[in-house]
C-alpha cells in the first residue's frame, strides 16, 4: 500500500552562526507497510524517524526517491490528486498541547479537517463531532472545553478523534505516548488498536519504546543515523535482531511487562455511516 524507494532527505543546519553544514536526515530508505498493518520504526533521537512521518504525509519532501501510495508517487501527483491523498493522511504528533489551538473549543478542533476537507452542514458537524468524542472514549461534554481542561491522554484521545475525523487511510503515529504515563499509555494504545480495526486504518508507529513496539507493531525498522539497519518482518523476532543499533536499543529497554489485553472494548463497526 505504500512504498519507500530509495528516498533520501538532507537539511542544511546551522544557519544561525553562519555555517551551514548538510544533515543527512534520511540516506537509501526503502520499506513497504501493508494495509492494515502498524509498522514501526524505531531509532534513537535524531535518527529520522520524524523526517520519514514528515515525509510520508507531504509535510516534507524527499530530495530522491519516491514514495508510492497506492499505486501514485505521493510528490508527483497533480495539485488535486495531492489534495486528495493528503486526506488520506494523518499524523499524531507526541506533543498533543502544541498540537492543539488552545484558544479553540474542542468540538472545533475536531471540526477543523471536516471543514478543510468536506462540504458538511453544521447539524452533521455536530454529529459526527458527537460520534468521534465517542469512538475515542470522551463525553460529547468534552467538546464544549479547551484544551487546557485536559489531561495529556485525554487532549491525545482529542488529537486522535481529530486524526479520524476525516477518514484517513493511514495515521502516522510519532511518538504519541512517550510523554504520558504507563497506564495512559496503555490505554491510547487500546483505543488505537480498536480503532485500526475498526476502520481499517495502516499505521507508522514511530517510537523508541520497544514494550510498546512488541505489543502494538506487525513490523518494525530499526533507523540508525537515517538509514534502515535491520528489520523484522514479524515483532516476535525483534529480540533477535543483531546489527550493534538494534542490539544497543533491545539492551536499554527497561524490565517492564504491562501486558496489553487483547480487544477489552466491543467492537464497533459503521463510525463512518451514519
Ligand atoms: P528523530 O525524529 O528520529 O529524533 P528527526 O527526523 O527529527 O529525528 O531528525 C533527523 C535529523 O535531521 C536530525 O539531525 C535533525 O537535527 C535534522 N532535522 C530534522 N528536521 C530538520 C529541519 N527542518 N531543518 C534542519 N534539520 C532538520
Ligand atoms: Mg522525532
Redesign the pocket.
Known sequence: MIEFINVS?Q???GIWWGQKKN????HDISLQIKEGTCFA?V????????????LLIGL?KPDTGQIMFQGSNLHEADRQKRQLLRRDMQIVFQDCYSAVNPRMKIKDVIAEPMRVHFQYSAAEIKEKVKQLLEAVGLDEEAGEQYSHQFSGGQLQRITIARAISIQPKVIVL??VINSLDVLVQISILKLLKRLQHELNLTYLF?S?DLHAVKLFADEVAI?DK?EIVDCAHQVKHFDKLTHPASRRLIEAQLPIVPQLAKEEYPVKKGLYVS
Not at 544533515?23 to 534520511?26: D, N
Open positions: 532527505k537539511f542544511r543546519e544533515v543527512q536526515a534520511l520504526i531509532g534513537e533521537s535524531g535518527s529520522g524517524k520524524s523526517t520519514l512521518g514528515k516534507e510519532d511518538e514511530i523508541h533507523l537515517g
